[in-house]
């Protein structure tokens, strides 16, 4: 994939922790699971929740299983990268840390990047100039 990181937003005014639009697509291209990441900045995703049930030892070595999407959330991911990364914007309301986590999310893909989530919230967290960077549609 090479060159420029590719950056696509989907935008969902409530957004879906689960994507499974988005993350089913990057598959069915040419992205491997061990090399997709499934990212929330709010809640986080159910599957990560199991996998954190089964320990944390588990849950972990989820992030080395070659067969797997690793799912997590951005402030856990932190100095973690993935070459393709669904980050999933699904916070209720914006809150002090809601910036730090947004852009943890951003940086963490090496080659792909889906940013799921409302239009509006990105803007609003992120700022004008990011919502231009993103592509947002307008409101």
């Known amino acids: 994939m090479g060159g420029r990181r590719q950056i696509r937003c989907q935008p969902f005014r409530r957004p879906d922790t689960r994507c499974r639009g988005v993350k089913t697509s990057l598959l ?3 992205w491997r699971s061990q090399h997709v990441a ?3 900045s709010g809640t986080r995703h159910p599957e990560q929740k199991e996998r ?3 320990g944390n030892a588990a849950y972990w070595d989820s992030f080395w299983d070659a067969d797997q ?4 959330h951005v402030l856990g991911f932190k100095g973690l990268e993935r070459r ?5 914007v699904n916070e209720a309301s914006a809150f002090e840390r809601s910036r730090e986590r947004l852009y943890v999310g951003l940086s963490r893909a090496r080659d792909q990047l889906v940013v799921c989530g409302d239009p509006d919230f990105i803007r609003e967290v992120g700022g004008p100039d990011l919502g231009r960077r993103l592509n947002l549609p307008s409101t």
């Open 28 to 30: 069915q291209r040419c």
């Open 38 to 40: 499934l990212l929330t």
């Open 52 to 54: 954190q049930a089964a």
């Open 69 to 72: 999407v690793f799912y997590g």
């Open 84 to 88: 393709a990364v669904v980050l999933v």
